[in-house]
């Protein structure tokens, strides 16, 4: 993690709280996991979990460290989104706050880390309240939230933000050359991704680009007519290419074309604010743990983005 710089202010943080003594019983980060939010989380939970933590990062040889290292520490907890709902389970935070009621074993403190907060329900949320209304002493609940939606205002209301930063273009592109990858910038695919550094990695790992190149192609056929969004629907159906990330190229392809035709002095369209408030309608439909159908959402989504060219063209 200590080659990610954007990173190193909320390690920072963490490190004044616990110096002086002030540290909050839940934290929320608001990052995203392609940013390295989840080694962030894992970071501050093996530094809060260390016998003798340095500048706020753990020594990595204590009994702690070894035992977190080993995915065997006692007063760790981890919980992630889970099944088909790709959410927080109840069941998981029960057994958080039941873990939580008992005292530490081996290090000061009893530490949880909840990947992905964004994703729990509310019967899972309301599991999860009187530990943050009456935490247990000794314990720290860290929070992360990817922010696709908003978290629930009875938990967020009860957590601490600490900062966290997105990284700039400049370290994104650093990053991902001593990764081995050497880039751009300019890229269109990146908007995919929201330029984040990680989901870049692994999209260039697992060779996507052939997926990409035909999701490119099959957008040019539903812009200009030629392709129906039913049957663009159907032909990317084995595409690596997810919705979610189709959804982020459509909505950046848009901004992008009425940046250039507002520079241009061109009228953006009347109709274009209603077209936009769909969009995002289908980023809302789209959150993990809401049953959706996605065929639908998909169809839809297309048949937007052919309207959209169709309102460029007048
Ligand atoms: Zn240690």
């Given at each position: 993690?200590?080659?990610m710089?954007?990173?190193q202010?909320?390690i920072?943080?963490l ?12 934290m929320l980060l608001?990052?995203r996991l392609g ?5 962030l989380?894992?970071?501050m939970?093996?530094?809060l979990?260390?016998e003798s933590?340095?500048?706020?990062y753990?020594c990595?040889?204590?009994k ?8 065997s520490h006692?007063d760790f907890?981890?919980l992630?989104p889970e099944?088909?709902a790709?959410s927080?389970?109840?069941d998981?935070?029960?057994?958080m706050v ?7 074993q081996?290090?000061q403190?009893?530490?949880?880390l909840?990947v992905r907060a964004d994703t729990?329900?509310h019967?899972a949320a309301n599991?999860?309240?009187?530990t ?9 609940l ?6 696709q939606?908003p978290?629930?205002p009875t938990v ?11 990284p ?8 991902l050359?001593?990764q081995g990858?050497e880039?751009?910038?300019?890229e269109?695919w990146?908007?995919m991704?929201r330029h984040?550094?990680l ?5 260039l790992r ?7 190149q ?5 957008m ?9 969004p039913?049957?663009?629907?159907k032909?990317l ?12 190229w459509?909505?950046?392809?848009i901004h992008?074309s009425?940046?250039?035709?507002a520079?241009?002095g061109?009228?953006l369209s009347?109709?274009?604010p209603?077209l936009?408030h769909?969009l995002?309608?289908?980023r ?12 639908l ?10 309207q959209f060219h169709?309102l460029?063209a007048?």
């Amino acid at each position: 993690m200590k080659d990610m710089p954007w990173l190193q202010p909320s390690i920072d943080r963490l490190n004044r709280l616990l110096q002086g003594g002030r540290l909050p019983h839940a934290m929320l980060l608001n990052a995203r996991l392609g940013n390295g939010a989840e080694l962030l989380g894992m970071e501050m939970a093996a530094s809060l979990l260390c016998e003798s933590p340095q500048m706020g990062y753990a020594c990595s040889h204590c009994k702690g460290c070894q035992l977190f290292k080993a995915g065997s520490h006692p007063d760790f907890v981890r919980l992630d989104p889970e099944g088909a709902a790709r959410s927080i389970r109840i069941d998981a935070v029960r057994e958080m706050v039941q873990r939580f009621a008992t005292t530490p074993q081996i290090s000061q403190r009893k530490v949880a880390l909840m990947v992905r907060a964004d994703t729990l329900n509310h019967n899972a949320a309301n599991a999860l309240l009187k530990t943050l209304e009456e935490p247990p002493g000794n314990s720290v609940l860290l929070l992360q939230n990817e922010g696709q939606r908003p978290l629930l205002p009875t938990v967020r209301s009860r957590c601490q933000p600490l900062p966290v930063n997105p990284p700039t273009r400049e370290q994104v592109m650093e990053w991902l050359k001593a990764q081995g990858f050497e880039l751009s910038g300019e890229e269109t695919w990146l908007h995919m991704l929201r330029h984040e550094p990680l989901r870049i990695a692994a999209f260039l790992r697992e060779n996507q680009m052939d997926d990409w190149q035909r999701f490119q192609a099959v957008m040019q056929g539903v812009g200009s007519g030629q392709l129906n969004p039913v049957v663009a629907v159907k032909s990317l159906e084995k595409s690596a290419i997810e919705l979610d990330d189709q959804l982020n190229w459509i909505e950046a392809a848009i901004h992008h074309s009425n940046s250039e035709r507002a520079i241009a002095g061109g009228v953006l369209s009347q109709r274009l604010p209603e077209l936009q408030h769909q969009l995002q309608q289908i980023r809302r439909e789209l959150t993990p743990g809401i049953s959706t159908n996605r065929v639908l959402l998909q169809e839809h989504l297309f048949t937007l983005w052919h309207q959209f060219h169709r309102l460029q063209a007048n």
